[in-house]
């Protein structure tokens, strides 16, 4: 299993302004990723966290937006900028656990922003 | 593409009763199924997933769920529901040449006493 922290908990921002948020994974992993969960909705994957390169953004999400930072197997950042109200949601780091065949993906205990 | 279906916003049952939760799923190739729990301002714990083997497969909490390959479904089941299962379920597919875990969009378990 993987013990992930994130950074700060929980925030309220005035729109415009950047937000940091931290992930710390208790052991090597190879892969990283963020999630936001926007209220009342699913999870929807925002990039992949590439240690030593760039992130790999899905659609609808771009590095201006939401640059991530990866620079080893136990840390990531991701920094959500010019923020909006619609930017509101609770924002998630995960990790996957990989052996063999199979593997587990952990989530940490989020962080939930709101943009006043 | 792939993608995951939870047709049930919501799922009430009584204490003690049994408890199904489902999902379908739709990938290319063999898919890796999982079902994740949140409570309440929590962050997602995971519960239970398929790779392969048994179709039968037990979790966390004594929730277990069943791999039906033809009919694509992988339902979340407990015998006895407990009112501390009351939480938002979610299920999650991996499949074909992708990494990514793609979410449906949550059950909502309501046990009453």
């Known amino acids: 299993s993987a013990v992930i922290s994130q950074k700060p908990s929980r925030d309220i921002c005035q729109r415009g302004t950047s937000l940091t948020i931290q992930c710390q994974v208790d052991?090597?992993?190879?892969?990283m990723f963020w999630y936001r969960q926007q209220p009342g909705q699913s999870l929807t994957l925002i990039a992949t966290a590439n240690q030593g390169s760039e992130a790999t953004y899905e659609s609808g999400f771009v590095i201006d937006k939401f640059p991530i930072s990866r620079p080893n197997l136990t840390f990531s950042t991701l920094t959500v900028s010019n923020m909006s109200p619609e930017d509101s949601s609770i924002y998630l780091c995960?990790?996957?656990?990989?052996w063999g065949e199979g593997y587990e993906q952990y989530f940490g205990p989020g962080t939930r922003l709101t943009v006043t | 593409a792939q993608s995951v279906a939870q047709p049930e916003d919501q799922v009430n049952v009584a204490e003690g009763n049994p408890l199904t939760v489902k999902c379908t799923y739709s990938?290319?190739?063999?898919?890796?199924l999982f079902w994740y729990v949140q409570y309440p301002n929590r962050g997602l714990q995971f519960l239970l997933k398929y790779i392969t083997g048994d179709n039968l497969v037990k979790g966390s909490y004594g929730f277990e769920a069943e791999f039906n390959k033809s009919q694509t479904s992988f339902h979340l089941k407990k015998p006895s529901a407990l009112v501390s299962d009351s939480a938002l379920y979610f299920c999650a597919v991996r499949g074909g040449a992708t990494n990514k875990l793609i979410f449906g969009t949550g059950t909502l378990l309501a046990v009453q006493p």
């Open positions: 990938v290319s190739g063999n898919p890796y």
């Open positions: 052991s090597q992993v190879t892969m």
């Open positions: 995960s990790v996957r656990v990989e």
